[in-house]
């Protein structure tokens, strides 16, 4: 049984920064994407980056410059540096991992960015 645990999350002013990381236990045949998505109050969950398996990202466009995705798919964690964090950055985060057929999500991390 995959499972997907973050941490790292937590409050920060504005401006500040942090790292989620998100590792994974259990048996994963072989690792495609791995990303991180948020999901604020009333909104649909989003996209935050995914990098693929060659290594090439992806970022929303709000969080393209601040935000910064790692990964180690030995080790099947994937990692999230967040700076310049924004009140508008406030959410739930998700870590997400795809294998050939499957999707594996984390249970969330709040972040929350207020001062």
């Known amino acids: 049984q995959v499972q997907l645990v973050e941490s790292g999350g937590g409050l920060v002013q504005p401006g500040g920064s942090l790292r989620l990381s998100c590792a994974a236990s259990?048996?994963?045949?072989?690792?495609?994407?791995m990303g991180w998505y948020r999901q604020a109050p009333g909104k649909q969950r989003e996209l935050v980056a995914s990098?693929?398996?060659?290594?090439?990202?992806i970022y929303a466009t709000s969080v393209e410059g601040r935000f910064t995705i790692s990964r180690d798919a030995a080790k099947k964690s994937v990692a999230l540096q967040m700076n310049s964090l924004k009140p508008e950055d406030t959410a739930v985060y998700y870590c997400?991992?795809?294998?050939?057929?499957?999707?594996?999500w984390g249970q969330g991390i709040q972040v929350t960015v207020s001062s």
């Open positions: 997400r991992i795809d294998e050939v057929t499957k999707a594996y």
């Open positions: 259990g048996s994963i045949a072989s690792i495609y994407n």
């Open positions: 990098m693929t398996r060659g290594g090439s990202t």
